[in-house]
């Protein structure tokens, strides 16, 4: 029994060394990040990000950056127009063509104080781990890359 425990645990050991951990949340500068991750509509995968302006000042401009699981030199862009700046703001990037599990990924919010978005107030990264348990890989519409 003892022998059997052991067993586990050592398994359980090296599955946590192997899993990227969870990062924190981006809670410097004028934007915080409250939460990220990622939703799944009818088999789409999308990232989801919620945001809180914490100094910002109206107006204010913004586009977002994903990472692209596909092709990390394609980010997908979502431009978000101007901002209602609020305790709680949340952004769905575009459906993601590809992931693959057990990966961090990054995410850019870039901010301006311009229309033209020429007038840069921040840039804001988080890290996005995307880790679903292999059930939910077998509906999604994604590519599964290994």
Same mark, same amino acid.
């Given at each position: ?59 204010? *401009?913004? #586009?977002?950056?994903? $990472? ?5 030199? =394609?980010?997908?862009? @979502?431009? +978000? ?28 919010? *870039?901010? #301006?104080?311009?229309? $033209? ?5 921040? =840039?804001?990264?988080? @890290?996005? +781990? ?17």
């Amino acid at each position: 029994m003892l022998k059997k425990l052991a067993v586990v645990f050592f398994a359980f050991t090296l599955i946590a060394c192997t899993t990227p951990r969870l990062p924190n949340p981006n809670t410097a500068g004028p934007i915080h990040t409250l939460g990220s991750g990622f939703f799944i509509n009818s088999g789409i995968v999308k990232y989801a990000m919620t945001y809180k302006s914490v100094s910002l000042s109206d107006p204010v *401009y913004a #586009y977002a950056e994903f $990472e692209n699981p596909s092709d990390a030199s =394609k980010p997908l862009v @979502k431009d +978000l127009g101007k901002l209602v700046l609020s305790d709680r703001m949340m952004v769905l990037s575009p459906e993601l063509p590809a992931i693959k599990n057990h990966t961090l990924y990054e995410v850019n919010l *870039y901010l #301006y104080s311009d229309e $033209e978005m020429k007038n840069m107030i921040h =840039k804001h990264t988080d @890290k996005v +781990l995307l880790q679903f348990p292999e059930i939910f890989l077998l509906d999604l519409k994604a590519e599964i890359i290994q």
